[in-house]
Nanobody, 115 residues
Framework: QVQLVESGGGLVQAGGSLRLSCVVS????????MAWYRQAPGKQREFVAR???????KYVDFVKDRFTISRDAAENTVFLQMNSLKPEDTAVYYC?????????WGQGTQVTVLS
């Protein structure tokens, strides 16, 4: 059973930074994309950023120039560096990995940004 474990969330003041990590419990092959989503209280889960197996990145507009997604392909680990955090970034952040056959999700890590 593959598990994705997120870490790095926490409480931070507005303008601060956090680095999220997502570690996979065992090697996954044929990865298409590794991504981060988030879900704020009372809202639907939304896309934040993704990176393809070829290293191509895509971001939602409201995090561009503030967040950076990266990966360690050898370790099947994906990161999300979040800078200039805003209170509206408060949410549970989820890791997502899509392969040719499977769609994996982590349990999420809470990010709370204080104004």
């Amino acid at each position: 059973q593959v598990q994705l474990v997120e870490s790095g969330g926490g409480l931070v003041q507005a303008g601060g930074s956090l680095r999220l990590s997502c570690v996979v419990s065992r090697m996954i092959y044929r990865i298409n994309t590794m991504a981060w989503y988030r879900q704020a209280p009372g809202k639907q889960r939304e896309f934040v950023a993704r990176i393809t197996s070829g290293g191509i990145t895509k971001y939602v507009d409201f995090v561009k120039d503030r967040f950076t997604i990266s990966r360690d392909a050898a370790e099947n680990t994906v990161f999300l560096q979040m800078n200039s955090l805003k209170p509206e970034d408060t949410a549970v952040y989820y890791c997502n990995i899509v392969t040719a056959l499977e769609n994996y999700w982590g349990q999420g890590t809470q990010v709370t940004v204080l104004s």
